[in-house]
């Protein structure tokens, strides 16, 4: 008598291999999220589904023939598992070419993954949400949820339930054979899944885009302030399904402009801060009174103002707090980075003085690309929350 035993993962191996890879790029990507939402290939996406990720590439084993039966490498002692960690990588130093000079150490092999940006997004967006968010009177504005609720007999391949189409097999081959066990599959076997978007109502909301173009801002500090607004439209209109944007740039004078001519506008002029913010207030009067709306005023500029508006900023800003649900202010600095900081008269300085006692105002400094995701997780939390 023989005795037969199908190992069934060994026929599933390349899809656990696959489904192992896609987990550690996914695992890569959240270690490196702070450098990644600046990475240019994605802000430059224009649209495209799937960009290219540098990831840290895995070592790939080799078996070596010894005549001589020498133990070698992985000649373990048999007490290890699959995932156990082996051994650890030294970490990078200057020397390794993390520094800003030329370094002596040899650097580590790299490999740019094809990765959906919507996946990218998924992850940024884990924790985000709009803060402080009540309940408003007249339109609400609803934000969408998909679950897969119902297992059909018609579907798409994508939506195929494997396991419950593997049951159906094995019990039709019990009633039709008297015997339980794995045949062809055929039509009337497979099951798919099948979804359906839910939905729940928000209050209304507008988030107010404000961006500094004086001459100051070089390509650094518009790169890093088109960066942050990029994500945080994308993650509205993710999230949300109508909440409503205005976007206005402001050099000496503000003006509202479109979403196209928010993210290309160049520089030039000097710098009046007032502006966008009275401008700001007026759109919020006219058009998004509070008592209706959720607003959100964000503003991103490198400090600069002309001394004679510092006041009248404080003063427009401190309305701005009062009315609104949160008004958020990023200052960028120089490419200088963290050790390089401006003189006393940057507003960021200024703001967190006069209103540090209006829990309604947040600002962060920004010197760094890689400083742009926790921008994002800083104004878009729970307030009271510990930022991780």
């Not at 934000?143 to 396991?163: P, Q, V, Y």
Request: aromatic letters at 10%; proline letters at 3%; a neutral charge.
């Amino acid at each position: 008598m023989g005795v037969q035993r199908n190992d069934w993962s060994l026929q599933r191996k390349g899809q656990i291999d696959q489904d192992r890879h896609a987990e550690r790029v996914r695992d890569a990507i959240r270690q490196n999220l702070g450098s990644i939402v600046s990475n240019e290939s994605i802000i430059l996406a224009d649209g495209q589904k799937r960009v290219k990720v540098p990831i840290r590439s895995l070592d790939e084993y080799k078996f070596r023939f010894d005549h001589r039966k020498r133990k070698h490498v992985a000649q373990g002692d048999g007490k290890t598992s699959v995932g156990d960690v082996v051994g650890h990588e030294p970490q990078p130093s200057q020397g390794a070419g993390r520094g800003r000079r030329a370094g002596d150490q040899p650097g580590v092999d790299y490999f740019e993954a094809d990765v959906e940006l919507d996946e990218i997004a998924r992850l940024v967006f884990e924790d985000l949400h709009l803060p402080n968010l009540q309940e408003k009177a007249k339109r609400e504005v609803p934000s969408r949820a998909t679950r897969f609720t119902e297992i059909r007999r018609t579907g798409i391949m994508s939506n195929l339930d494997k396991r419950r189409s593997l049951v159906e097999n094995i019990r039709r081959q019990a009633r039709e054979t008297g015997r339980a066990h794995l045949g062809p599959f055929r039509p009337e076997d497979l099951r798919y899944r099948t979804w359906e978007e839910q939905q729940s109502y928000e209050s209304n909301a507008v988030v107010i885009a404000m961006m500094d173009v004086s001459g100051s801002m070089g390509e650094f500090k518009k790169y890093v302030a088109r960066s942050f607004y990029f994500w945080m439209v994308r993650f509205l209109r993710t999230r949300y399904d109508n909440v409503e944007i205005v976007f206005i740039s402001h050099h000496t004078e503000a003006r509202e402009v479109t979403e196209e001519q928010f993210f290309t506008q160049g520089e030039s002029g000097g710098t009046v801060v007032s502006s966008a913010y009275r401008l700001a207030l007026d759109v919020i009067a006219s058009r998004f009174p509070p008592r209706d709306w959720n607003v959100y005023p964000f503003h991103f500029s490198d400090g600069d103002n002309y001394y004679s508006d510092n006041d009248e900023a404080v003063r427009l800003a401190d309305e701005l707090a009062s009315t609104c649900n949160l008004f958020g202010y990023g200052e960028i600095g120089d490419e200088e980075g963290p050790g390089y900081r401006r003189q006393s008269g940057a507003l960021l300085s200024i703001f967190s003085d006069r209103l540090r006692n209006t829990e309604r105002f947040a600002g962060v400094r920004i010197d760094d690309r890689a400083d742009v995701y926790p921008a994002l997780k800083h104004f878009f939390r729970k307030r009271g929350e510990e930022i991780g």
